[in-house]
């Protein structure tokens, strides 16, 4: 992408997360800067490709396993650009009855969100912080897809880990566990601290130069996300993890190719009882 298509209040010299992402997966709706700043991290965990390609295939999973609990409703948070499995083509395919609200805060996201989708009364997409929860919860393309009395699959894939402390996680996405009705669901895919240290903490401070910060967390820590919600057997899981009888997992692939990376990736659903 050329740095002159950058939409207004879009500064291409600052490298976006989202976009990294993107350059990650092989995509083009990135700039100059976000490919630079993504090299430096593939030269440090050069597995990086493959993991976030994995975490899409993952997405896909998550959501096929949904809908076959009856889950119709989605709000995607933090979704990114848009990429292959997205979640309304896997929803749509399996329920054509389903709705979904994705939610990002870069206007490029949306943007590109909004051109690829062609099902407006039945999928959106909201540019929101979706650490405001409040905001995004009352927000009118939201309230007029969602109906929250109703069971909602709340989806935060690959986007806890670029949220500082400083926003408060456990507190806002406590907020989104209290607005949900009983049957709703929790899903989570988000990088551990408790494995390789050196290599998670060299990813830390290259990201000190992209617009989110790199926040991996350790295992307790991502545990308490689900607050009273019932984790799905057999629980918070890693990448290396057991994968026969894990419903979001193929039982003939691994997480990642890589050992030390897999115990990085910690992934997890919850149901409100």
Not at 55 to 83: K, M, T
Not at 103 to 124: M, Q, Y
Not at 209 to 226: H, K, S, T, V, Y
């Amino acid at each position: 992408m050329d740095a002159e298509a950058a939409p207004p209040g879009v500064d291409p010299s600052v490298p976006n997360a989202a976009r990294m992402y993107d350059y990650f997966l092989g995509g083009k709706n990135n700039f100059r800067a976000d490919r630079e700043l993504a090299e430096l991290v593939l030269s440090v965990l050069p597995e990086t490709r493959e993991g976030t390609r994995e975490n899409r295939r993952l997405i896909g999973r998550v959501v096929e396993y949904l809908v076959g609990q009856g889950v119709r409703q989605f709000l995607d948070l933090g979704s990114g650009l848009p990429a292959q499995q997205n979640v309304h083509e896997v929803a749509l395919r399996l329920a054509p009855d389903a709705r979904i609200v994705y939610v990002d805060n870069d206007p490029v996201v949306c943007a590109h969100g909004r051109a690829l989708l062609a099902e407006p009364d039945r999928v959106a997409m909201v540019e929101g912080d979706a650490t405001r929860p409040a905001e995004i919860l009352g927000h009118p393309e939201v309230a007029k897809l969602l109906d929250f009395d109703r069971p909602v699959a709340v989806l935060m894939m690959f986007f806890l880990h670029l949220v500082p402390d400083s926003a408060d996680p456990q507190g806002f996405v406590a907020a989104y566990r209290d607005a949900l009705a009983p049957g709703s669901y929790l899903a989570l895919s988000h990088v551990g601290s408790d494995a390789a240290p050196e290599r998670v903490a060299a990813v830390s401070r290259i990201y000190q130069q992209a617009n989110a910060p790199f926040c991996p967390r350790a295992g307790a820590e991502i545990r308490a996300f689900f607050g009273d919600f019932e984790l799905v057997p057999p629980g918070l899981v890693t990448g290396n993890g057991p994968e026969v009888g894990w419903p979001f997992a193929d039982a003939d692939t691994r997480a990642f190719v890589d050992e030390e990376l897999a115990r990085m990736a910690y992934v997890g659903i919850a149901r409100k009882p």
